[in-house]
């Protein structure tokens, strides 16, 4: 039995002992259910849990031990003369026989014992499912069996299921906070072996950035050149370019229509300016690199200027109006939440809508404002697309807006292309970046809850 359809079947019986569950309160205390410690509907749902549960741990862990399993038994039963094989060898062999005993298309015709292996592959694959099959079906009936002959006036159904709500609230937690974790160890753990290579000082305050390896010692660059002041220059002049486009723009419009507009305008208007943050960034490429950076090209040039079919200022534009419904949505939901007693207390002594709004409503949302700019500005440093197509792969060290940069998640995903040994100084350069960049990012947001939490005023 396949494991999706296993699954379904697990759910199908989980909802058939919740309604058995269900009849089963009812029917201990009829007429009384007020009585009961626990509404029918906890009964119901300590019945499914019952079912389903261990029959869903069981299920988990064969499904992640299985692989490792058939592979060892498979394997090992290999005539002799493949155990001196090396590793390297071993692993194509076992691809090998997997694709055989899946149907696909292998390299070459498969020696008699590969086949042989791939039919017990198949062989001990299907046992498996089966077994796994009959023992989950099993566990269900049992479990809900028990769960029923459970079922009384003090049964304390409702506690029982809240108590395993509360364990899997903590164990989704814990995903997310292992993920983190992993993901700061991974970058942490190759960053370090990039920095045995290349030292810390010369990548983090070098002024050259150039990491491929010549494949002669003589050559130029045969050691890379690692310096990655070009690409935080790059970065930040990128997205100091979008924030001056989707700042004022996304404040604005806010401001507009949270006091100005009407609620049919702000109705319609809202979720079209939300669109905006919908659309692929990729579109947002296209969009700059066909029709923004030619048209910043011939302004230039009507003007006497020397701009970049490439340049920072045709990736920055694109990009701040990316952002634009991120700034927008934000600031609009802080100006909502300052309270309506702020306003009329304004409009009492005398002031006009335009002085209650820069006067009053501003700098009393002026800290959630702060807090969705600064995550505004994670948000434009980890862009990738619009850069890579708007702005260039050219490192170079300016601050001209109308000449070519790259940033650092453009060089990471260049460095990162194809298939790369990650055992150089060049690959591994893209852990560092990753770490730098999720520093910064995590500094950023880190600063925005500060601001946030430290500045807010509370109003009754």
């Not at 939300?274 to 923004?292: D, K, M, R, S």
């Not at 792969?393 to 650092?408: I, Y």
């Not at 998640?409 to 460095?415: N, P, S």
């Amino acid at each position: 039995m396949p494991f999706s359809f296993l699954l379904l079947v697990l759910a199908a019986l989980a909802v058939v002992s919740y309604r058995f569950g269900t009849a089963r309160a009812r029917a201990v205390a009829p007429g009384r259910q007020s009585q009961l410690h626990s509404r029918p509907m906890y009964h119901g749902l300590y019945a499914a849990i019952w079912c389903g549960v261990p029959a869903l741990i069981v299920a988990t862990a064969w499904v992640a031990f299985q692989p490792v399993l058939v592979k060892g038994l498979v394997m090992g039963g290999l005539p002799d003369s493949y155990s001196a094989l090396p590793e390297a060898r071993l692993n194509l062999i076992w691809n090998d026989i997997r694709n055989l005993a899946l149907g696909d298309v292998v390299r070459a015709q498969p020696a008699p014992e590969i086949q042989a292996a791939a039919d017990t592959f198949h062989r001990l694959y299907a046992i498996g499912n089966a077994a796994l099959a009959v023992l989950c079906l099993a566990l269900a009936i049992a479990g809900t069996s028990y769960a029923l002959k459970r079922v009384s006036m003090s049964l304390r159904a409702r506690n029982q299921v809240e108590r395993v709500i509360t364990v899997f609230l903590v164990l989704s937690s814990l995903v997310a906070i292992l993920t983190t974790v992993g993901i700061v160890l991974s970058l942490l753990f190759e960053s370090l072996r990039f920095f045995g290579k290349v030292p810390p000082l010369e990548f983090l305050f070098g002024l050259h950035w150039s990491p491929q390896t010549a494949l002669r010692a003589d050559q130029v660059g045969s050691s890379g050149s690692f310096g990655a002041i070009p690409l935080f220059t790059g970065t930040l002049l990128i997205s100091l370019i979008s924030m001056c486009v989707a700042v004022p723009v996304g404040l604005m419009s806010a401001i507009y229509m949270s006091e100005y507009a009407h609620r049919k305008f702000r109705a319609v208007a809202k979720p079209l300016l939300e669109i905006l943050a919908g659309i692929p960034t990729v579109v947002y490429g296209f969009f700059a690199a066909l029709t923004v950076a030619p048209f910043i090209r011939r302004l230039g040039e009507g003007v006497g200027l020397s701009v970049a079919s490439e340049s920072a200022l045709a990736a920055g534009l694109v990009m701040g109006v990316m952002i634009i419904p991120f700034v927008s949505s934000i600031s609009d939901d802080v100006i909502n939440a300052v309270p309506q007693s702020m306003r009329d207390g304004a409009y009492a002594l005398g002031a006009t809508k335009s002085e209650t709004i820069r006067n009053v409503i501003v700098p009393a949302a002026l800290p959630g404002i702060v807090g969705g700019v600064l995550l505004a500005v994670s948000r434009a440093i980890g862009e990738t697309m619009i850069v890579v197509m708007a702005a260039g792969l050219s490192a170079n060290l300016t601050f001209n807006p109308l000449d070519a940069v790259t940033t650092v998640t453009v060089q990471i995903v260049t460095l990162l292309t194809g298939d790369q040994e990650f055992d150089s100084a060049k690959t591994l350069a893209a852990f560092a970046l990753g770490l730098v960049l999720f520093c910064v990012t995590l500094g950023l947001n880190i600063l925005a809850l500060h601001v946030v939490r430290k500045y807010r005023e509370q109003y009754e």
